[in-house]
């Protein structure tokens, strides 16, 4: 039994209460990591107000934003916006043919 015992105690022991201490690296990291924090702060004071007035704005137009959805109906109704050279941009709205057409299986959409 005391033979059993001593050659336990020979056994590896891990020292689980031992922790390394830290090194330069891990110092490094952590400057690192507490400046990125401090930017990341700075930025998101900065821009927190913008972001507030944005949203606002957005609060804003929603009905008009909505009246205009409702005069539009579904987005496939439409042609693409084109561009005219005096600025102005246009929506033109597809025939009751070209909506057929394209309603017709097998038809080719063009992307």
Do not use: C, W
Not at 41 to 46: A, F, S, V, W
Not at 55 to 76: F, N, V
């Amino acid at each position: 039994m005391k033979h059993l015992i001593f050659a336990l105690m020979l056994l590896p022991v891990p020292a689980l209460a031992q922790t390394p201490p830290p090194s330069d690296a891990d110092k490094g990291l952590s400057l690192m990591q507490q400046g990125a924090e401090l930017l990341f702060n700075h930025m998101m004071g900065q821009v927190e107000p913008s972001l507030q007035d944005m949203a606002q704005a957005l609060k804003e137009a929603q009905p008009k934003l909505m009246e205009i959805l409702g005069m539009m109906d579904d987005l496939k109704n439409y042609h693409a916006p084109e561009k005219l050279p005096n600025g102005d941009i246009i929506l033109r709205r597809k025939t009751p043919a070209e909506l057929k057409l394209e309603a017709l299986p097998g038809a080719e959409t063009e992307l």
